[in-house]
């Protein structure tokens, strides 16, 4: 907890001393990235304490600030604020996410598949922004969709059912990777996973066509909706990987994404 | 009873070793015996890669925290870079960790990934290309919780000698100051 810009709860007259001490237990407190945390507060997502430190990247540390010795004889100190309990009673009732209950993780986990979907798939304020589309990304969401989609294709394929599962995944997961690796090559700034997790949760569109193909077999329809499937997903991908790099490059990172998408497509209406 | 034997310490959180255990060991199984079973390899893939996605976020969210207090996650703050974070419970906390609970998980966690990778090389050597993509995706996810958590172990031992050192020097800082403001 920076006490530079927060009002301390007591009405203290600070000290000199105090102000030398405060200054060492900040400078103390400024952590690396991936260094440790005494278990703190839940809602590892968003921060809700305004913190000074913007070097850190630690947006929402609540910590309690390193206590103060307690033996020292000088004036009344600025005391910690009542947010977080202790970390000593860490097994039964802080309320953080080192100790929350087993549901609790599930439903948190759940409720960002869904938003991440949400967020991706459908229209929404927030697309123009790529850095925020996918800012809690996860890979559970991108993990069914590519297996439910091989399922979907093996399902419908008459022969050859294993072959075609292992291509379908196989084809995806490599490909989201080498589409990563291509943005990555072409001097674009994303991160990997947030890459993936995207590639992977634009591929629903593609689940839907796949499951109406799977249950009305004409040439036609499929051709009708995977189009549109297509068209969906790619129109939900652009965002991002246009963002992502620099403007010239743009057909350079999006041609292989559009590629493989069709090539899924293909796959669908080519499967009966 | 012997008398000698000194009190045998119980595993503290039976259930959650139980299911550490139980969605590691069902995937290798299921693995293994399937092919006595099931002639299709979609469902092979497709139940073992399940579980071991299972396990996977079951030890990283679940018997992480409950059995050694540590967890891990990647985050991507407002500078749009990617971060990861590492969580563990306080020192006094950690030693108060059941010593059986957290010999069971590490073991496991690492006999589990030379199992994989024994049934690895067992592919590549018969030339099934469709049986080494199960492996090595469940391969990744259990090595990937082994980095994590080993990262996340070698930090939070690092925090701690840094703060135990720095309550010292803060210590030490204020009783010369409040030493020289009474002279």
Request: proline fraction near 7%.
């Amino acid at each position: 907890m920076s006490h530079n810009d927060t009002i301390p709860l007591y009405q203290s007259s600070q000290s000199d001393i105090d102000e030398i001490e405060n200054m060492m237990s900040n400078n103390g407190f400024q952590s690396n990235p991936g260094s440790v945390l005494p278990a703190r507060p839940p809602s590892p997502t968003r921060p809700s304490i305004p913190v000074s430190s913007s070097s850190s990247p630690f947006v929402q540390s609540n910590l309690p600030p390193l206590p103060p010795p307690s033996s020292s004889a000088a004036a009344p100190k600025v005391t910690p604020v009542p947010a977080p309990p202790p970390p000593s009673s860490g097994f039964g009732s802080a309320p953080n996410t080192l100790t929350e209950p087993v549901w609790d993780t599930v439903k948190r986990d759940l409720a960002r598949i869904v938003s991440n979907l949400k967020l991706v798939v459908f229209p929404n304020p927030n697309r123009e922004d790529p850095g925020k589309a996918l800012r809690d990304w996860d890979l559970w969401g991108p993990f069914f969709f590519i297996v439910f989609l091989g399922l979907t294709l093996s399902w419908s394929a008459s022969v050859k059912k294993s072959e075609v599962f292992a291509v379908a995944f196989a084809l995806l997961a490599a490909g989201a990777v080498i589409l990563t690796l291509n943005v990555l090559l072409l001097g674009g700034h994303i991160i990997f996973f947030q890459s993936l997790s995207l590639l992977g949760y634009c591929l629903f569109p593609l689940d839907v066509g796949a499951v109406i193909c799977m249950l009305k077999d004409n040439v036609i329809l499929k051709m009708i909706v995977v189009t549109v499937t297509l068209a969906w997903s790619s129109w939900a991908a652009y965002p991002f990987m246009s963002a992502a790099v620099n403007p010239r490059r743009k057909a350079l990172a999006l041609y292989p994404v559009f590629l493989m998408y069709v090539s899924v497509g293909f796959l669908i209406i080519a499967i009966d | 009873m012997d008398p000698n034997q000194a009190p045998v310490e119980n595993y503290a959180n039976p259930k959650t070793c139980l299911f550490h255990v139980l969605f590691k060991g069902a995937a290798l199984a299921f693995y293994i015996l399937s092919a006595l079973f099931f002639n299709s390899f979609v469902i092979i893939f497709v139940v073992t890669v399940l579980l071991a996605a299972l396990d996977f976020w079951v030890v990283k969210n679940v018997s992480g925290r409950i059995l050694v207090g540590l967890r891990w996650w990647n985050e991507i703050d407002d500078l749009g870079e990617s971060v990861w974070k590492f969580e563990s419970l306080d020192q006094e906390s950690l030693a108060r960790m059941n010593k059986k609970d957290s010999w069971l998980f590490w073991w496991t966690l690492y006999l589990a990934a030379a199992a994989w990778f024994i049934l690895g090389v067992f592919s590549l050597i018969r030339f099934q290309a469709d049986y080494l993509l199960v492996v090595g995706v469940c391969l990744s996810l259990n090595v990937a919780n082994i980095i994590g958590f080993t990262k996340c172990k070698k930090d939070a031992k690092k925090q701690l000698q840094q703060f135990a050192s720095q309550t010292i020097a803060s210590r030490f800082q204020s009783t010369v100051q409040s030493a020289f403001t009474l002279v």
